[in-house]
């Protein structure tokens, strides 16, 4: 997986393992098992400590590059249970990192069927949209996004809304790409204004101008905030991965 997806994975897989851990210590807990997967409700301490812990091996080997051994884990935890979206999240998140995008969205899909209402998963789902090039669906399904999860973080709202914007530009309307532009400035606490200004210049094929804004953000804001949104430009194929 390029390193563009670095943090974003750390944050899918740090808050998986928290749900997991929380869903596992007030699990039910029955008094048989077999061998054969179950349903999260119905397995016995043995079953969810065996889960957790590979789980976490998992989570482990996927920020180590080792996302084939993870993957091994995870299906390993597949044979446990059958019904558990952290579990789902993780293999996600595993495809995405070696850019399996179509067995990432398989898998985030069945963990939101599971958990209607998982935030994370569902922009989880919505960006192998955006990953896979398809600007319509990535549009309709973050606009949806936003309107469904009013209490998101504002750090979320924001990155949404510039990958709204690439959306636009990616399907020429340029106009829609400016009103979300005229939304933020030069003073936010995020870097839409110089990323989504170096957008409108690489969508003209300007690209001193695009990679001027790109060394002003560069200049302000955090690394780690800068290669998230540097992320979606590398995605749009607007500048290459040099890592």
Known sequence: MVNSYSLLIKIIIKKILLISIASIAFGQNTPKENNLPKKFGSLNDNQKNQLIMLLRDAAKLVN???????????????????????????KGAAYTKIRDFDKAQSAFSKALEIEPKGVMTSFNLYEMYFVKKQYKEAESSFKSFLELNKNIPEST???????????????????????????????????????????????????????????????????????????????????????
Do not use: H
Not at 165 to 191: E, G, M, V
């Open 64 to 90: 180590g590059v080792r996302v084939q051994e993870s993957l091994e884990k995870i299906i390993s935890a597949e044979d446990i249970v059958t019904d558990y979206a952290p579990l789902l999240n993780l």
């Open 157 to 243: 709202r924001v990155l949404v809304k510039y990958k709204i914007l690439i959306c636009a530009l990616k399907q020429d309307n340029t106009d829609q790409a400016k009103s979300i532009l005229d939304q933020f400035d030069f003073l936010d606490d995020y870097p839409l204004f110089y990323y989504a200004n170096a957008a409108m210049y690489f969508n003209k094929d300007e690209v001193n101008e695009a990679n001027s804004w790109l060394i002003a953000a560069s200049k302000i804001y955090k690394p780690s905030v800068n290669d998230l949104y540097k992320d979606s430009l590398i995605e749009a194929g607007w500048i290459e991965n040099i890592e």
